[in-house]
């Protein structure tokens, strides 16, 4: 979805779009990556947290966004970019991600032993990096 097409989207739900929220959609809609409330604080000082949290939940209730859980809390990307395992070293923060595609197997197993649709997306999975480990 496109800024104005998203604005639109938020104004037909009875959402004041303020000069605030424009600001923090411009921002979330332009990082590549992810984004925390704290990122979005730090590059727009005059707008307050409270202010971003409740903004990214419209956003996410509108399906723009979505949010993972990894290890200093919830991170936000689009959610066309959402379609990755997240991977956080428990030793040195490192952070990788993995296309979903590629733990299908592991999905599909989980299903036939217990029935349980895991959601691969949600929680980052903590473990040791390659070079954690290479260092032993
Ligand atoms: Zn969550
Ligand atoms: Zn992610
Ligand atoms: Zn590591």
Redesign the pocket.
């Known amino acids: 979805m496109q800024l104005e097409a998203i604005i639109d989207a938020l104004k037909a739900r009875g959402h004041r779009v303020t000069q605030q929220r424009r600001a923090i959609l411009a921002e979330v809609m332009r990082t590549p990556g992810h984004i925390s409330v704290q990122d979005v604080v730090k590059r727009l000082p005059k707008v307050n947290a409270s202010t971003v949290y409740r903004t990214l939940d419209l956003l996410e209730d509108l399906g723009v966004v979505a949010?993972?859980?990894l290890e200093e809390g919830?991170e936000y990307h689009r959610a066309e970019s959402h379609d990755h395992v997240h991977l956080v070293c428990a030793r040195c923060g490192r952070r990788d991600s993995l296309p979903t595609g590629q733990i299908a197997p592991l999905k599909e197993l989980i299903a036939r032993e217990s029935g349980f649709e895991p959601d691969f997306t949600?929680?980052a999975v903590s473990g040791l990096c390659a070079r954690c480990r290479a260092a032993g």
């Open positions: 949010h993972a859980h919830a949600h929680f």
